[in-house]
């Protein structure tokens, strides 16, 4: 029997759900500095960056609605693998003072009992976990949504992956890297091994900046060819180009170095993500425990509860 052409064209592959991967410090940070100092828990500490990381995780579900979602906490702020590897690796940060320790374990709390999958590690940083889940997520069929604005994380994306700038609302995959940074996602970490990243306390090669690195990686397209055919810089047509190949050749080591620095570990252990990232029922007892110490008020409240699936009921008056 002969099939009519349209039983003969491929069946389109099912959408893949998407796994929203959450880099929790970005936004702890930004509403500690952001959110005005007058929120107080029941022990007279202050509650502000818990309070604006709450309406943070409440927009975000108002808006993405997301079904998978895990969300990344650094832990390894000092007991990182690669403050092993490079002492002065995030020196230059100054330590957490104890008022926004404390709110980083309310936020942790907080999201468990929300029902998402929470990622920590002192080992691993939360970029780190963030990659490690998202390789796991697309085994399962899921393409990642990475939830913040670090260029450093914009090496993981592939195919229809996404890295999403929350706060300004915007977007992009795979293919708008290059517009972005000037190079490709799978070269990220062999730019910022080239021209450092003063935020990680990365200085890179001397002399490389972020235009010149660009330069040399569109040419050479890693690390490891730039620095085998070093020799051929010289003939290359930018300013300069005679002067870094003899700089590379010096600094080759460091640079091998500030890449395993800048690279984002794949294999960190997953703790309660390994069987999966499906938001789960909210946990009535801890949220409303929560809602009591840290004194959120009835709105914030209201849309917590509805985050979580759980039903509200405000207190009865006096």
Not at 140 to 150: E, N, T, Y
Not at 172 to 194: C, K, M, N, P
Request: proline fraction near 6%; include cysteine; charge should be negative.
């Amino acid at each position: 029997m002969t099939l009519p052409p349209q039983a003969l064209q491929a069946t389109p592959a099912p959408p893949t759900a998407p796994l929203y991967l959450v880099d929790a410090s970005l936004y702890v940070f930004r509403a500690w500095h952001s959110m005005p100092d007058e929120f107080r828990d029941a022990e007279g500490w202050p509650t502000n960056a818990v309070h604006g990381f709450a309406r943070f995780l409440a927009e975000l579900v108002e808006r993405a609605n997301p079904q998978y979602i895990a969300v990344a906490f650094d832990e390894a702020l000092d007991s990182c693998f690669r403050n092993r590897l490079y002492p002065a690796y995030k020196a230059n940060r100054p330590p957490a003072p104890d008022e926004l320790r404390r709110q980083f374990a309310h936020c942790k709390a907080l999201c468990r009992a929300l029902g998402f999958v929470v990622l920590a590690d002192t080992e691993y940083e939360a970029d780190d976990l963030i990659g490690s889940a998202l390789v796991a997520g697309r085994a399962r069929a899921h393409h990642g949504v990475i939830v913040s604005a670090d260029k450093d994380l914009s090496q993981l994306l592939e195919g229809a992956d996404e890295q999403w700038d929350y706060a300004r609302g915007v977007r992009w995959t795979a293919a708008g890297v290059r517009d972005r940074h000037g190079v490709e996602a799978h070269q990220i970490a062999d730019y910022l091994a080239l021209c450092g990243d003063a935020v990680d306390n990365i200085p890179g090669v001397p002399g490389i900046g972020s235009k010149t690195a660009a330069s040399l990686l569109h040419h050479f397209r890693t690390l490891d060819a730039l620095l085998e055919r070093s020799d051929e810089i010289q003939f290359l047509r930018f300013r300069g180009a005679g002067q870094v190949g003899p700089k590379l050749r010096q600094h080759a080591d460091a640079a091998r170095l500030y890449r395993q620095l800048t690279t984002i570990a794949c294999d960190a252990p997953l703790g309660e993500g390994a069987t999966g990232f499906a938001r789960r029922n909210g946990d009535a007892g801890a949220l409303h425990a929560l809602c009591e110490s840290l004194r959120f008020g009835p709105l914030t409240r209201r849309r917590l509860h509805a985050v979580a699936g759980l039903d509200y009921a405000p207190p009865a008056l006096a």
